[in-house]
Nanobody, 120 residues
Framework: QVQLVESGGGLVQAGGSLRLSCAAS????????MRWFRQSPGKERDLVAS???????DYADAVRGRFIISRDLAKNTVDLQMSGLVPEDTAVYYC??????????????WGQGTQVTVSS
């Protein structure tokens, strides 16, 4: 089993910044990809940013140039630095990690979600 613990959400004014963090723990041999998703009420969960094993980073068009995803493989953490926030960024943000473990193979795990609210 893999556990993900997220932190860093909150309320911020438009134009402000927040940093989200996600720490993975448990039994796994390799992290294949680390991602951040977000979901607004009544909408689907959308991919925000991803960083796979080879380090190639990708962003959703809506956040490119404003958000930065980073990881620390020694600590099994992934962060999302969010700047230039706008009300449309308001959502619950979820950390997702795909790992490989010798006993169980490949598995995808989700954090509990953290609320980000941007006021106008």
């Amino acid at each position: 089993q893999v556990q993900l613990v997220e932190s860093g959400g909150g309320l911020v004014q438009a134009g402000g910044s927040l940093r989200l963090s996600c720490a993975a723990s448990g039994r796994f041999s390799m992290i294949k990809i680390m991602r951040w998703f977000r979901q607004s009420p009544g909408k689907e969960r959308d991919l925000v940013a991803s960083i796979p094993q080879d380090g190639t980073i990708d962003y959703a068009d809506a956040v490119r140039g404003r958000f930065i995803i980073s990881r620390d493989l020694a600590k099994n953490t992934v962060d999302l630095q969010m700047s230039g926030l706008v009300p449309e960024d308001t959502a619950v943000y979820y950390c997702n990690v795909v790992v490989w473990a010798f006993q169980t193979g490949t598995g995808s795990y989700w954090g509990q979600g953290t609320q980000v609210t941007v006021s106008s």
